[in-house]
């Protein structure tokens, strides 16, 4: 079993900069694959990056290629999104979700674990 707490979000202007931690208690965590994914109001639950339980493989989704950095520090059972650039649009509850595998994808259908989430707006 895994739990997962997310925090590190909060209001910024467009522009701005915020760094997502994903915080994991339990055993093994160099062996679930992380996902963070984002809800806005009135939608769909969407991907936005993964990595790999070693952290050697990385996705992310088109909308935010270039802008948001993930990485994890298995020592620290911590995964981050530095989130860069900042857009009206990305304003969403952030999720951190876990998966008992190597490789995940960007669907949350992948993923078992998942945190409370964090919320983070965007705007001036």
């Known amino acids: 079993q895994l739990q997962l707490v997310e925090s590190g979000g909060g209001l910024v202007q467009p522009g701005g900069s915020l760094r997502l931690s994903c915080a994991a208690s339990?055993?093994?965590?160099?062996?679930?694959?992380i996902g963070w994914f984002r809800q806005a109001p009135g939608k769909e639950r969407e991907g936005v990056s993964c990595?790999?339980?070693?952290?050697?493989?990385?996705e992310y989704a088109d909308s935010v290629k270039g802008r948001f950095t993930i990485s994890r520090d298995n020592a620290e059972n911590t995964v981050y999104l530095q989130m860069n650039d900042l857009k009206p649009e990305d304003t969403a509850v952030y999720y951190c979700?876990?998966?008992?595998?190597?490789?995940?994808?960007?669907?949350?259908?992948?993923?078992?674990?998942w945190g409370q989430g964090t919320q983070v707006t965007v705007s001036s």
């Open positions: 990595i790999s339980s070693t952290g050697g493989s990385i």
């Open positions: 979700a876990a998966e008992y595998t190597v490789i995940a994808g960007l669907y949350s259908y992948e993923y078992d674990y």
């Open positions: 339990g055993r093994k965590f160099d062996y679930y694959a």
